[in-house]
């Protein structure tokens, strides 16, 4: 039976290209985006509408992979935004906004789908290096940093948790030509190099619990 992963934000950027490289990897890929479409066709890609900042829309998107009975071998959390990146000021619709995207839908949505990952399954959630607390000098983009400290602190959870059997590891991409932010043009990897780094390390057998830079091939400090 093939293997079957879940990737949320899959239209464009990082997310589209690690499904375009697990599809080439025999994998079945059902993904998402907020319109429900991307630009691969693919017989073994489902795409699916999923919003992760309206709780009705996280809800939907689960019923709609319970219906169809499925149990997946790996979660990627990559969806994100970060509308004040490289702002210096904290303003309160992009602290909204981002931590409406980044922590808490992801976390509900993660929440939804654990019951329905293999007992061996990987669970990866694309964070950033400009989440680590330890290593912050910064004094620019507060809601993307604070959304990727929280979602650290979540992986943190998790593998207190359930880090006993699932593989859970918090990544770092990488600086990648994405449109996250206009920037990022200048940015050092392209987005299929940042998901070949990605996935070469998720094919090992790595530590659980793991804050890994995936551009350096090193373990980020917290
Ligand atoms: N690029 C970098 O240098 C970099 C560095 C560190 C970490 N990251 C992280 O890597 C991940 C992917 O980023 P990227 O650079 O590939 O960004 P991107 O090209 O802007 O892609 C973001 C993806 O998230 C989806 N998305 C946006 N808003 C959403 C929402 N409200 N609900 C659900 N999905 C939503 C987008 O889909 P639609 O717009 O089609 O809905 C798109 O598929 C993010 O978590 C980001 O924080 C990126």
Not at 87 to 108: D, H, Q, Y
Not at 135 to 158: E, H, W
Request: charged share 20%; aromatic share 8%.
């Amino acid at each position: 039976m093939k293997k079957k992963a879940i990737i949320t934000g899959a239209s464009k950027g990082i997310g589209r290209a690690l499904a375009e490289l697990m599809l080439t990897n025999g994998f079945e890929i059902h993904g998402t985006s907020r319109n429900g479409s991307n630009s691969l066709s693919d017989e073994q890609l489902f795409m699916y509408a999923l919003d992760l900042s309206k709780e009705e829309s996280i809800r939907s998107f689960h019923n709609q992979l319970r219906t169809r009975n499925l149990i997946f071998d790996i979660v990627i959390n990559n969806a994100g935004i970060g509308p004040d990146l490289g702002t210096f000021e904290p303003k309160a619709n992009t602290l909204r906004s981002t931590l409406a995207v980044n922590v808490e839908g992801t976390i509900l949505l993660t929440e939804l789908l654990l019951p329905m990952m293999e007992s061996t399954g990987k669970l990866l959630n694309i964070s950033s290096k400009m989440g680590s607390i330890a290593s912050c000098v910064g004094t620019d983009s507060t809601a993307y940093r604070i959304s990727k400290s929280a979602l650290n602190m979540y992986s943190r959870i998790l593998t207190n948790k359930y880090g006993d059997r699932l593989q859970i590891a918090t990544i770092h991409p990488g600086w990648v030509r994405t449109e996250i932010t206009p920037d990022n043009i200048h940015a050092r990897l392209s987005p299929e190099e940042s998901a070949r780094r990605i996935w070469a390390f998720a094919m090992e057998d790595f530590q659980s619990g793991i804050y890994w830079d995936a551009e350096r091939g090193e373990e980020l400090p917290w």
